[in-house]
Nanobody, 114 residues
Framework: VQLQASGGGLVQAGGSLRLSCAASSGIFSTYVMAWYRQVEGKQRELVARITSWGYALYADSVKGRFTISRDNAKNTMSLEMNSLKPEDTGVYYC?????????WGQGTLVTVSS
């Protein structure tokens, strides 16, 4: 499955962004999907995950600020990010759980200025 993340940008602390992920295949609906974040020099971390039926879990660092959602009919997934902090800066990727090493794509850069 090819995955394309988009929607990143530069935003001030306290601002909001909405990331989108488009999947190339209909089997997307069968996967547990997730948003991952990578900061330069650090390991990629899992930010939020969502089951095929919509049950979501979040990393403690984003709980209450980020909302993950998906539309299986459209093979898309989103991440609504509010109250952004400078430490949210990074490249955001969408992938399944467990991640498919062929599906990382370019990611989308989110930069939060203080």
């Amino acid at each position: 499955v090819q995955l394309q993340a988009s929607g990143g940008g530069l935003v001030q602390a306290g601002g909001s962004l909405r990331l989108s992920c488009a999947a190339s295949s209909g089997i997307f609906s069968t996967y547990v999907m997730a948003w991952y974040r990578q900061v330069e020099g650090k390991q990629r971390e899992l930010v939020a995950r969502i089951t095929s039926w919509g049950y979501a879990l979040y990393a403690d660092s984003v709980k209450g600020r980020f909302t993950i959602s998906r539309d299986n009919a459209k093979n898309t997934m989103s991440l609504e990010m509010n109250s952004l902090k400078p430490e949210d800066t990074g490249v955001y990727y969408c992938n399944r759980i467990p991640p498919d090493r062929h599906s990382w794509g370019q990611g989308t850069l989110v930069t939060v200025s203080s």
